[in-house]
């Protein structure tokens, strides 16, 4: 396959700036309280996490390693410590199963409410569209356009909304607890970053391909089988082969590549992410060790466990991005359809039986002539 052109490059900029916004505002506009409550639910969710994820530190600190010292068997503290951190979890489980729920909702009524109107606005186009359309390409806006949609509603927006706040969240935390391991989890971060970034965007860009390669294969497939006598009795089977086979090979070349990149991302994310940790664990243990900072054997617990929590909505981001991509892309075809213009209206039409005269004018007249 050639490369991308900048066109192509300049495109995807678009998609990701006016086709977002757009379809934010079927979701938004239409499902307004619904998406608040997400978006509540959501950073609930995130407070619960980090809240554990700090009290872990008071739990080593001020429970256990006292209790380890002085050999006491009380666990009367430890226990209500404990229970604590469940009764938080749970507020945070109840949170989470919420907002699932009701992204499924909004996610499926803004799939119907475009399928709605891509269907009434159908009806209104000029048969042109339809000469110049084949009929696989526009049920293809129907099936994989709106699928990849489906994905991005109920399950990336929530997911890098979440991720982006907790990223934010977490590094508050960190700061608070300790400014020189938060120094080494952001250097190391931009080596993250830069990395994830590379394989996203080739990986978007085969995202971009592959949904405009699916729409020509299933356009050419429907116009084989409403046309298929045809092609046997003049004998076109061969060059239908051939044309088929050079749009399958697009879509395979697309769908490959993009699948590759898209594979590869969330593994080597990881990957990094768990090098970081064992850097980190190293580096906090001689900071606990020296005594740097008021470092305490807790706090380094605590900034592990934040580190996770951390580098988890990165690699979530640059997950859901391929999906993000994928979902724009068919957005942008959905929008498109929306957009033709509609067949004028100029009044009534009444069909007559009509020849040529002698001068060569069209004139009425009272028989067939075809």
Do not use: W
């Not at 001020?62 to 503290?77: C, E, H, K, N, W």
């Not at 400014?179 to 830069?194: C, P, R, S």
């Not at 590379?198 to 429907?222: C, D, P, T």
């Not at 009534?348 to 009509?354: P, Q, R, S």
Request: glycine share 8%; hydrophobic share 45%.
């Amino acid at each position: 396959m050639p490369k991308t052109t900048n066109s192509k490059e300049v495109g995807l900029k678009n998609l990701d700036k006016d086709t977002f916004g757009r379809l934010m505002k079927y979701i938004f506009s239409r499902h307004k309280a619904k998406f608040i409550i997400v978006m509540v639910c959501i950073i609930l969710t995130v407070v619960t996490n980090v809240a554990n994820s700090m009290f872990l530190s008071t739990l080593i600190d001020q429970y256990i390693s006292p209790m380890l010292a002085s050999g006491s068997t009380d666990f009367s503290g430890l226990a209500m410590a404990i229970g604590g951190m469940a009764a938080v979890y749970v507020v945070g489980v109840l949170a989470a199963y919420i907002y699932q729920r009701l992204m499924v909702a909004i996610g499926q009524g803004t799939l119907k409410e475009i399928r709605d109107e891509m269907f009434i606005h159908m009806q209104s186009l000029p048969i042109r569209y339809f000469d110049t359309h084949s009929h696989g390409s526009i049920m293809s806006h129907y099936t994989n356009d709106v699928d990849t949609l489906r994905q991005m509603i109920s399950q990336s927006i929530p997911q890098v909304f979440s991720a982006l706040l907790t990223i934010v969240m977490v590094f508050c935390a960190m700061l608070y607890t300790s400014i020189y391991m938060t120094l080494f989890v952001v250097l190391t971060l931009g080596f993250i970053i830069f990395i994830s970034g590379k394989i996203g965007s080739k990986s978007a860009r085969y995202f971009m391909r592959q949904q405009e390669a699916i729409g020509e294969v299933n356009g050419y497939i429907e116009e084989m089988i409403e046309g298929q006598k045809v092609v046997q009795v003049f004998c076109h089977e061969d060059e239908a082969k051939a044309d088929f086979d050079v749009k399958n090979e697009a879509l395979c070349d697309a769908m490959t590549n993009a699948n590759v990149f898209a594979n590869i991302l969330f593994p080597v994310v990881g990957s990094l992410g768990n090098l970081q940790y064992v850097l980190i664990a190293l580096l906090g243990g001689a900071l606990a060790i020296n005594g740097i900072g008021g470092t305490t054997l807790g706090a380094v617990a605590s900034f592990m466990t934040l580190s996770k929590s951390f580098n988890m909505p990165i690699s979530n981001v640059s997950q859901q991005l391929n999906s993000i991509v994928m979902a724009l892309a068919g957005a942008g075809r959905i929008f498109k359809l929306i957009d033709e213009e509609p067949e004028a209206d100029d009044g009534n039409v009444t069909l007559v039986n009509a020849r040529f005269d002698k001068n060569d004018e069209l004139v009425e007249c009272d028989m067939e002539t075809g």
